[in-house]
Nanobody
Framework: QVHLVESGGGLVQPGGSLRLSCAAS????????MGWYRQAPESRRELAAV?????????VDSVKGRFTITISRDNDKNTVYLLMNDLEPEDTAVYYC??????????????WGPGTLVGVSS
């Protein structure tokens, strides 16, 4: 069984910054991809950024152009981070951590965190 614990969400003013964290624990053999998705009110969940075990990153275009975002990971801690700067009200959303890899039993892993709310308002 794999558990994901997210933290770092909250309410900030426009222009503010937040760093989200997601720690994975349990029967993990490998975490090939760790990523962050976001779901704004009345919108579909969309990928924001993903990072591979080797550190390669990918950001969706809609996110890159709107605020400074950096995804990183600590492989020793099985943790992925999402640093967001210059947040705007339209970035208000629930942010979900997602990991893909393999469990200790050799099974494919695709797990989601419960989500952490990011609110941007003056």
């Amino acid at each position: 069984q794999v558990h994901l614990v997210e933290s770092g969400g909250g309410l900030v003013q426009p222009g503010g910054s937040l760093r989200l964290s997601c720690a994975a624990s349990g029967s993990l053999l490998s975490l090939d991809y760790m990523g962050w998705y976001r779901q704004a009110p009345e919108s579909r969940r969309e990928l924001a950024a993903v990072i591979t075990g080797a550190g390669s990153t990918e950001y969706v275009d809609s996110v890159k152009g709107r605020f400074t975002i950096t995804i990183s990971r600590d492989n020793d801690k099985n943790t992925v981070y999402l640093l967001m700067n210059d947040l705007e009200p339209e970035d208000t959303a629930v942010y979900y951590c997602n990991v893909k890899g393999t469990t200790n039993w050799g099974l494919a892993l695709d797990a989601w965190g419960p989500g952490t709310l990011v609110g941007v308002s003056s």
